[in-house]
């Protein structure tokens, strides 16, 4: 059975900093390329980031382009989302996500396979 389980997220202040990270079991973690997305309350769920199963490649949305970063370690079965500079706006529910590679649709949540139950990122001005 496939599991993704989010750590990571709290509140913080505007212009701070938060690392989310997603450790997957049940699966070769390596085959697959890894999403983040998030959903605010009353919106639709987006994509914020993917990377590629051996990291090579990471695609951003616009609007976390400079700020957000992602990685990962195989080794770990982890991916991690490195959050600075935040802003009200990214206040949502975080979630991992896995498929078998980003592309061009790795911003279109139905790509994706496995999910994980999410991690809530709250940031205050």
């Known amino acids: 059975q496939v599991h993704l389980v989010e750590s990571g997220g709290g509140s913080v202040q505007g212009g701070g900093s938060l690392r989310l990270s997603c450790a997957g079991s049940?699966?070769?973690?390596?085959?697959?390329?890894m999403g983040w997305f998030r959903q605010a309350p009353e919106k639709e769920r987006e994509g914020v980031s993917c990377?590629?199963?051996?990291?090579?490649?990471?695609y951003y949305a616009d609007s976390v382009k400079g700020r957000f970063a992602i990685s990962r370690d195989n080794t770990k079965n982890t991916v991690y989302l490195q959050m600075n500079s935040l802003k009200p706006e990214d206040t949502a529910m975080y979630y991992c996500?896995?498929?078998?590679?980003?592309?061009?649709?790795?911003?279109?949540?139905?790509?994706?396979?496995?999910w994980g139950q999410g991690t809530q990122v709250t940031v205050s001005s």
């Open positions: 049940g699966l070769a973690f390596d085959d697959y390329a």
């Open positions: 990377i590629s199963w051996r990291g090579g490649v990471t």
């Open positions: 996500a896995a498929k078998q590679t980003c592309s061009s649709t790795w911003s279109s949540a139905w790509t994706y396979t496995y």
